[in-house]
């Protein structure tokens, strides 16, 4: 079963604009990270954020961490054509072991 | 590129057929974990090993197995197949054995069709 949820299940925007994705958890985790797929190909991993951390950015992206809603957001800045993919959250806890449990997805739309 | 390998990139075979989907891990990653990613379940955890052992378990059918060799190259054996278990399977490596702090590295997938 899914840990988590996020929202929204697709979006669609302009090259240019920001994107912003939510992501929810059911579970105490250890870490969350992100995860990019385009077209049915490999997992990319975007970034990890700590239980511990609140916010983290890399490049154009920026991670939040709300743990006492269980909730996280991925903002991407500036979007590209190139941005267009699906946009997964994963979260691992300690009574999970290694594994990493996945929500649904957010498909990404940026035209240009 | 990750830097975890698989093959084959595409599988097509008949219902109670057995296959058998091959990943090398990262150089120095010592944990392997498997995963399968089809349209009604998502991406589903099956199992994990760590330098040969089973180290935990997920989703995972009675009819698959999995195994880790001692060059840490993983197997995974799907068998008595059923047009359900068409998916995507991927094999993510990580360097240490809980993987909790750490990043799984994925693999580019093998996409199973099941006719």
């Known amino acids: 079963s899914q840990q988590g949820e996020e929202d929204p299940q697709a979006l669609s925007i302009q090259e240019g604009e920001n994107a912003t994705m939510n992501c929810s958890y059911k579970t105490s985790i250890n870490n969350l990270q992100w995860y990019r797929q385009n077209s049915g190909r490999g997992l990319v991993h975007l970034i990890l954020?700590?239980?511990?951390?609140r916010e983290k950015h890399s490049g154009r992206l920026r991670v939040t961490l709300d743990t006492s809603k269980k909730s996280s957001s991925l903002l991407i800045t500036a979007s590209r054509a190139a941005d267009t993919a699906s946009y997964f959250c994963?979260?691992?806890?300690?009574?999970?072991?290694?594994?990493?449990?996945f929500g649904q997805g957010t498909e990404l739309s940026v035209k240009p | 590129d990750s830097g975890v390998t698989q093959t084959p990139k595409h599988l097509i075979t008949a219902t109670g057929q057995r296959v058998t989907l091959r990943c090398s891990p990262r150089s120095g990653d010592l944990s392997v974990y498997w995963y399968q990613q089809s349209l009604d379940q998502g991406l589903q955890f099956l199992i994990q090993?760590?330098?040969?052992?089973?180290?935990a378990k997920g989703n995972i059918l009675e009819r698959f197995s999995a195994q880790q060799f001692p060059d840490l190259h993983s197997e995974l054996n799907l068998s008595s197949l059923e047009l359900g278990d068409s998916a995507l399977y991927f094999c993510?490596?990580?360097?240490?054995?809980?993987?909790?702090?750490?990043?799984?590295?994925f693999g580019p997938g093998t996409r199973l069709l099941v006719l």
């Open positions: 994963a979260t691992a806890s300690y009574n999970q072991g290694g594994k990493l449990i």
């Open positions: 954020i700590r239980s511990n951390e």
């Open positions: 090993y760590y330098n040969g052992e089973e180290r």
């Open positions: 993510a490596s990580s360097s240490g054995l809980a993987g909790l702090q750490e990043t799984q590295y």
